[in-house]
């Protein structure tokens, strides 16, 4: 296991000093691994405000707290991607420190000068050293180090432990169900996803990844608080609605979408974190979590829903292939 | 014309002495109402922080700057939503300061101790004394009296001024192309809405409030920046699109999407805030002016959809019909 994440971010705080400001900023799906670590400083934190943004948005339009006192975490796959190496030396320009996670170590974001960690992405690569993960690592070490009234630093490193264990254990046990899932609705023409909380970001990843991008399959992410006001009246016996349940305070609102769909709905998937063992990390934070076991599932539905349509997850018709 | 958000916002400065964050949080179509304002202080403010979520999510789990110093805007349009109401009430006890707008002058957000701001909601009124409109103005205050660098207050002035204008117009010079859309599109099973900067908000808005809640069609929005990370697979000549084109320094996003679906799309909308007039506004400031705009368009193509598929946008099966 390599402590690359937390040499990097304390060797930022003894530098800068305070940080105030927390910019998460990627593209698509590595905006989606930022997310938790988002709502984890904006839940817990007194002294950091945290941003959450497509990469393009925030160099064209820079927030003035991006400055000297600001950590910039920013994470692109494969390592090149235009929007974010952008964002990367825009933060560097304004005296913002920046820490940058990729897979590809031949990568512009994996030069020494971008603050790189490197991250493997195989099969068997524990959740603590894929970006959600080491994302969630950078920010209990600056809590720990900056807030002495932070009390979640222990919890956290258990959950940092034990969640590639759960997700595992939460892969295998769906396996049966993806196949169902896939054979009944295979062919739907559109569904809905709802989320809330840190896990809002997998509704939106599940969508926009996973179903818009991998199988050119049509669907909306929503969130459960705001499904009330609005998109609930599309909802009938005939529409699909995947919900992700997740744990911690804003789990009411998840919950308030179940009891709508039971009523009124038909075609619904429902994916529990608690179901799916989250509640081994301890109440306080697992919350936090949550999102690495909702990804793993969006893994698990779309493979097999590749099976069953034959569209192979890796068809693009555009990205990569085409110019834009 | 009531001065009576200015009258707040100064009255609150005395009493609160600095600013430091401004919460906007509401449900649903308010919600959408508020976002202008939120990217107006992410972009222009260094003394403030801006927050904007969902009412339910502020009160499950609060920020811990949710605290005097703060200023929390609300929007109720019917005034008893429980969830924004519930965020008033958690944003006093902690401290902070409060304007809350609703269409009702009866209802719990009307009452004195809600700091109200009752706005009416009629065919003539003008687009300054709706909440978007009051949101600007009460930000702009606020940004002249705690930063002496702000250079842009007689600009937000003018805009205000011309804004109405500019929309009565707009509304009339697509009266035609609505029909047209409609008659084209009614029975489309499904599309995409996108925007970016401070009309990213209407993308939304168009999708959850106009179409999902009000015409019972399937819809996503999407950000222009995003589109390209996964969503663009979808595109194709069957796929139905509106792209919404902001001005400011974000419009270079909704232009690379234009771009993309001029090549590969057939079936777009385009509907473009400058060959609508924005730019009578100044342009350092036209983009917080564009939502308005494309508000309006929200109201006339929805209008258009709804004389095409005799579905009435009053019509509802579940909001104020059932318990949920």
């Known amino acids: ?39 984890f400083i904006n839940s817990e934190s007194e002294t950091m405000h945290s941003h959450w943004l497509t990469a393009r948005e925030m160099t064209v339009s820079p927030s003035k707290f ?14 090149n991607t235009k929007e974010t190496v952008e964002a990367a030396r825009l933060a560097k320009e304004r005296g913002a420190a ?10 512009i974001c994996a030069q020494e000068d971008m603050n790189s960690v490197v991250y493997s992405w195989e099969d068997d690569t524990n959740e603590r050293e894929r970006p959600q993960g080491i994302v969630i690592r950078v920010l209990n070490e600056l809590m720990k180090m900056q807030e002495p009234g932070y009390t979640k630093y222990e919890a956290v490193l258990d959950g940092l432990e034990k969640a590639d264990g759960i997700v595992r254990a939460a892969v295998k046990k769906v396996q049966n169900r993806t196949w169902v899932f896939a054979e009944k609705y295979f062919d739907e023409p559109f569904l809905y996803i709802i989320g809330s909380g840190a896990s ?69 998937e429902v994916i529990d974190a608690v179901e799916l063992g989250i509640d081994a990390i301890d109440e306080s934070v697992n919350e936090y979590f949550c999102p690495m076991v909702f990804y793993a599932m969006t893994v698990a539905y779309r493979t097999g829903l590749q099976d069953k349509r034959r569209h192979p997850l890796d068809m693009r018709r555009y990205m990569g292939v085409v110019e834009y």
Chains 1, 2 share one sequence.
């Not at 390599?2 to 530098?15: G, M």
């Not at 927390?22 to 593209?27: G, H, K, Q, R, W």
């Not at 991006?66 to 390592?79: D, P, Q, W």
């Open 200 to 268: 809002y970001s997998q509704a939106y990843g599940f969508s926009i990844c996973s179903l818009q991008e991998m199988q050119w399959m049509d669907c909306c992410y929503l969130h459960s608080g705001e499904y009330f006001h609005g998109p609930f009246e599309c909802t009938d016996e005939d529409h699909l609605y995947i919900l992700l349940m997740g744990t911690g305070k804003a789990r009411v609102m998840d919950e308030r979408a179940l009891t709508f769909l039971k009523k009124y709905a038909k075609k619904y």
């Open 66 to 79: 991006l400055k000297r006192g600001a950590l910039v975490i920013l994470c692109s796959h494969g390592g």
């Open 1 to 39: 296991m390599s402590n690359r994440p937390e040499e990097l971010i304390k060797k930022i705080y003894e530098e800068q000093g305070k940080i105030n400001d927390v910019f998460l900023t990627a593209c698509g799906g590595s905006l989606v691994d930022l997310y938790p670590g988002y709502y």
């Open 98 to 107: 920046i820490i940058t996670m990729t897979h590809n170590p031949e990568s």
